[in-house]
């Protein structure tokens, strides 16, 4: 704990430490109390990471609380620390609205990954990698330099592989060697690409080399051809992590072959990572060359929905399925980032938080059936309604969530990005619309065929849910309800921040005004017609 | 009656060259007077050798930052922050391999004294490289360097691949020797001089119509070096060599020659020859791109350890030259940082590789590394350290390494290159994945948890070497302001009597 007392902290109101930094360093040391640990106790150990996790989760709904929704756009809990002077690497840590959420949903589901399953052996490694993950991805969410995101987004990887390699199911070792791969030649460029941004807006602006992102964001110094490149650079990297289509084939694999609790966190918070980015690193930091690519970026998203939705249709592993319904929420929300309106931004950052609560919950529930049944072959399940009543009833509460019922938390995130996206370009709209109705499809299919109809052999006896997997799911069930009612406390929160994005795109791009509604009367800014898609570039 | 004018000496900056050639003299010589030495002698007395240098260096380094640099001894040898750090750089290296050693020769029952004789005077060019201030000095440190090292290479007398190394890096040596002489020759035609700083003071001053004898020595110079410090495509060598040679030697070789190899190219191409970077950064640049891009791959397909490693320590040299290509300051102090930390790499991997080769030194294949977690779970955890330190994953030093010299090359708006480089460290991380995929996820066909015990069997030596590295390379990783602010001192500059 000692590392918090090098950093400064500038502002944090109603927290009198700097907790953002805590929020990285508690897990690290977390993990490294873990190490020192005997390790054939694994009740000590499963303790102590518990324990960790939950302090984290408590700082991080504490943030809730401290977060000041009349602050606008700013950043909030920011602290500072030099790492590499002579680069001007710092430190900079802060969050906003867009930030803060993601924030909380890492500080809530390590705590249930973390209880829900037991890894049944190496208990040590297993419980230090995924403490040492929290702290990356918690890095990755607050970093407000350059080189520091980087670091964390990297770093993510290695624990990653080995949750996936050593406590895996089947073709780990391959599952586990494909997602680091793709992952890391991913990001490659996007390190060259860092470095030249800061080089670059250096040079404009006659200062020193900086990596803070707030001020590379605001000068928009760099020339627009060399930011188009750039942003390509840092896109690609995004793209592999969400991941957008045809870049997406790690993600069956990894998720399907990794244990419980790494699916859990990686459809929960990793993929989270990829669209995150996009946010604060794509239309942010490179608003015009955003605007640019957008229409790439719409259709590779509307393409996901379909595909992944179809993909998942197909499926005879229940884990495997879950995995490309994710492939298509995430088209969902890529769709309502590049609509760059407040909506979809919006729908699409609840659609953030709503995916990575709905799908871990699924992939605990799959995780449950395969611990008691030993199998995710759907032609192997069959008729568990009768036998686990209580679980059919909590999947089919979690489903229609992912489905996106009214009422459910899934819903308000998938309207909002449909409004936003219909508003900017109706086409693109109508066709991801379909997407929700092949949701309905694949998810009520396979419920039918695991839940419905008679129970052959074992699935007569499968015991129901035990009180601790209720209790890890009660959290989760209550977000869907709660999310689905009242998104109020939610919306308040981010909005601010997103609306200040969408400002600072319209400000930076030449000609370029946010696409509202056409039903309305402010149409004067409709230079781009829903229909009309060819010349969406060279409007500006 | 006229008195003879005689150099000055400064006799402080000669303690490393003297320590390390009077240590290796003196014990070649007692060696040969006391018919029984007792085993432990040679490498306590190599060890010590080591630490007086390295201690010496500190108040070294700080003469030289407070009183600037020095050239002296009329203008051949010249001290200043890049000195002192190769200095303490190859220290180090001699203090691990001599650690390294001594278990390994009384596991092969080979004689023990050439070995660490030859060691220190090894050592002691290497310093004489990063001192010299005129090409003939240079030339003299190299060759005293590398012939100690063909023979080490050729320790292993009952192996025939330590013999087939041994030539082959002596045959391929002498050609690049060879060609660096005549480089050297060329550039003395061009110049007038063969003092770096007379060299450089010729070239700022005076504009040469006719340079086709200069670039013909830059690119002969360029062409020797390259050799020394196994750039592509002058390579070859390397596998072979690494995979024949005594694995302690490869952990020197990896280590102290790469390190004097580079500190002799920045001093030749960065600082001497500065004014004609338009002409010899284009050509390393593609030295650069080809070596990360051949290391990587070709170590893709390799099936043994030692033989990755050798195309990683490629796939290494072309990231150094990135930062060498940068022809500036920033680029300099980056390959120094990358020095330091390529050397805990490579001395704790080799040390591992020392461990993990059993009688014979041939268990090398990526077999013999299945389920090592299982048998010997703490130096698979070492060597995961190592590995991913290699691969430059955050928060550990060959991150800050490769930062470094990637900053250096997109500053100087080597984009190409650097992306280029970054998409090889991609490919080459897979090769460190297949080793890890090997130690954790494979099972051995005797799967016996055999839990700490066997961990007994790592010689203290190996455990130290290892256990510094590790060590060093996650506080690099950690906190890297210290080694920035270390390297962006020590670039060199050239002093003229």
């Known amino acids: 704990m000692g590392a918090l007392s090098t950093f400064v902290v500038a502002s944090s109101p109603g927290v009198p430490f700097a907790v953002l930094p805590a929020l990285i360093v508690v897990p690290a040391v977390g993990a490294l109390l873990v190490v020192c640990l005997p390790r054939r106790r694994p009740e000590l150990l499963k303790l102590v990471a518990v324990a960790t996790s939950v302090i984290v989760g408590g700082m991080s709904v504490w943030l809730l609380k401290g977060f000041d929704a009349t602050h606008g756009a700013e950043m909030q809990f920011t602290s500072q620390a030099d790492w590499i002077s002579d680069l001007g690497i710092q430190w900079l840590l802060g969050i906003d609205g867009i930030s803060l959420f993601l924030v909380v949903l890492t500080g809530v589901l390590f705590p249930i990954a973390l209880l829900a399953v037991d890894p049944g052996h190496d208990d040590r490694a297993y419980y230090a990698w995924l403490l040492v993950l929290e702290a990356g991805v918690m890095g990755v969410f607050c970093a407000l330099d350059l080189v520091v995101f980087f670091l964390c987004f990297e770093v993510v990887l290695v624990p990653m592989y080995f949750l996936i390699g050593r406590w895996g199911h089947g073709n780990r070792a391959y599952a586990a060697t494909k997602f680091f791969l793709y992952t890391m030649a991913g990001s490659a460029l996007m390190l060259v690409g860092i470095l030249a941004v800061a080089f670059l807006h250096a040079d404009a602006t006659g200062t020193s080399v900086t990596f803070d992102l707030v001020a590379i964001a605001e000068a928009q110094a760099i020339d627009t051809n060399a930011a188009r490149w750039i942003f390509a650079a840092f896109a690609l990297a995004f793209a592999v992590k969400v991941p957008i289509f045809p870049l997406h084939t790690w993600l069956p694999d990894a998720h399907t072959e990794a244990p419980t609790a790494g699916s859990v966190i990686l459809a929960g918070v990793l993929l989270k990572l990829g669209t995150y980015g996009f946010l604060r690193f794509g239309l942010y930091l490179f608003p015009e060359a955003s605007h ?249 | 009656m006229s008195t003879v004018v005689t150099p000055e000496v400064l006799w402080w900056a000669l303690i490393p060259v003297i320590l390390l050639s009077a240590g290796g003299m003196l014990l070649l010589t007692v060696a040969s007077i006391v018919r029984r030495l007792p085993d432990a002698l040679p490498q306590a007395w190599t060890v010590i050798t080591g630490l007086a240098v390295l201690v010496a260096s500190v108040p070294m380094w700080n003469e030289v930052r407070d009183g600037g640099p020095r050239s002296y001894l009329g203008g051949m040898v010249a001290v200043d922050g890049s000195t002192v750090l190769v200095t303490a750089i190859l220290a180090i290296a001699v203090v691990a391999t001599a650690l390294l050693a001594r278990p390994y020769l009384a596991r092969e029952d080979l004689p023990g ?33 590398s012939i ?163 195309y990683s320590s490629i796939a290494h040299a072309g990231f150094l030259l990135l930062g060498v290509q940068a022809a500036d300051a920033r680029g300099t102090a980056a390959v120094y940082a990358y020095l330091v930390v390529y050397t805990l790499l490579a001395t704790g991997s080799f040390a591992v590789l020392t461990v993990m080769g059993g009688p014979g030194d041939s268990a090398h294949s990526l077999d013999d590394y299945r389920g090592l977690v299982r048998r010997r779970p703490v130096l698979a955890g070492a060597f995961t350290v190592l590995l991913l330190g290699q691969a430059g994953v955050p928060f550990t030093g060959g991150f800050v390494a490769k930062l470094g010299v990637l900053a250096a090359a997109v500053e100087g708006r080597g984009y190409w290159v650097a992306g280029v480089a970054m998409l090889a460290a991609a490919i080459a991380a897979f090769v460190y994945l297949r080793i890890l995929v090997a130690m954790y996820l494979e099972d051995a066909g005797d799967a016996g948890d055999a839990g700490d015990a066997e961990d007994a069997g790592v010689p203290l030596g190996a455990r130290v070497v290892i256990g510094v590295a590790c060590a060093g390379v996650l506080a690099i990783g950690i906190v890297p302001g210290p080694l920035m602010d270390l390297a962006r001192d020590a670039v060199p500059v050239l002093v003229g009597s």
Do not use: C
Request: charge should be negative.
């Open chain 2, 148 to 310: 100690a090292v063909y023979v080490l290479a050729a320790l292993h007398l009952r192996r025939i691949e330590s013999q087939e190394a041994a030539l082959k890096y002596f045959v391929l040596g002498a050609f690049a020797s060879a060609f660096l002489l005549y480089g050297m020759a060329l550039l003395y035609g061009a110049t007038g001089s063969t003092r770096l700083a007379l060299i450089a003071e010729h070239l700022s001053t005076v504009v040469l119509l006719r340079d086709g004898m200069l670039l013909a020595g830059i690119a002969l110079l360029l062409v020797g070096l390259a050799f020394k410090v196994a750039a592509v495509p002058f390579h070859a060598w390397t596998p072979d060599v690494y995979q024949g040679a005594p694995s302690p030697v490869v952990a020197w070789m990896a280590a102290g020659v790469k390190a004097a190899g580079f500190a002799a190219m920045v001093r030749v191409l960065v600082v001497t020859l500065g004014t004609h970077a338009s002409d010899w950064s284009p050509a390393v640049s593609v030295l650069a791109g080809l070596s990360v891009v051949v290391g990587a791959s070709v170590a893709v397909l390799q099936t043994d350890v030692r033989r990755m490693l050798a």
């Open chain 1, 292 to 540: 640019f690519f957008a229409p790439v970026f719409l259709t590779l998203g509307v393409v996901g929905i379909i595909y992944g939705a179809v993909v998942a249709t197909m499926q005879r592993d229940l884990k495997r399925l879950v995995a490309y319904s994710s492939v298509a929420h995430l088209g969902f929300i890529v769709l309502g980032t590049f609509a760059l309106n407040t909506e979809g931004i919006e729908g699409g950052l609840l659609q953030m938080v709503n995916h990575g609560v709905s799908t871990s919950a699924l992939f605990l529930l799959v995780g449950m059936i395969y611990e008691r049944r030993h199998t995710r072959q759907i032609d192997e399940l069959g008729g568990l309604q009768k036998s686990a009543p209580v679980m059919a009833a909590v999947f089919t509460l979690v489903m229609l969530s992912s489905i996106g019922l009214p009422g459910l938390n899934g819903f308000v995130g998938e309207f909002l990005v449909l409004v936003g996206a219909f508003n900017a370009h109706r086409w693109w709209a109508v066709v991801a619309a379909g997407g929700v109705v092949l949701a309905a499809l694949y998810l009520l299919w396979a419920y039918q065929r695991v839940f419905h109809g008679p129970a052959k052999g074992d699935n007569a006896e499968m015991p129901d849910l035990k009180l601790r997997e209720g209790l890890v799911l009660a959290p989760l069930l209550a977000l869907i309800v709660f999310m689905g009612v009242y998104p109020k406390p939610v919306i308040e929160r981010m909005e601010p921040a997103v609306d200040a994005l969408v400002a600072h795109i319209e400000e930076h791009v030449d000609g370029f005004h946010e696409p509202t509604s056409r039903f309305g009367v402010d149409i004067e800014g409709a230079g781009d017609h829903g229909s009309d898609h060819a010349d969406e570039g060279d409007d500006h």
């Open chain 2, 113 to 145: 004294v050439e070995l660490y004789v030859l060691l220190m005077l090894s050592a002691t060019g290497g310093v004489v490289m990063a001192s010299a201030d005129d090409l003939i000095v240079l030339f003299l440190g190299l060759e005293i360097l």
